[in-house]
């Protein structure tokens, strides 16, 4: 189960900027995870949605 889980955080990670904060503080870091997340989602949608 675990290599399910290690996928979509290497593609958070790799492809949308979530390895390294992009502005110093807990809540820029939040944000930048937010929108990362959010990012990740929507392409799943798409994805799953044939778009």
């Known amino acids: 189960e675990r290599y ?13 900027g979530f390895g390294r904060a992009i502005a110093y503080g807990i809540n820029n870091m939040e944000m930048q995870a937010a929108i990362a997340l959010f990012t990740v989602n929507v392409k799943r949608i798409l994805k799953l949605a044939q778009l």
Do not use: D, V
Not at 4 to 16: F, Q, R, S, T
């Open 4 to 16: 399910k889980i290690e996928a979509k955080n290497g593609e958070l990670k790799n492809a949308h």
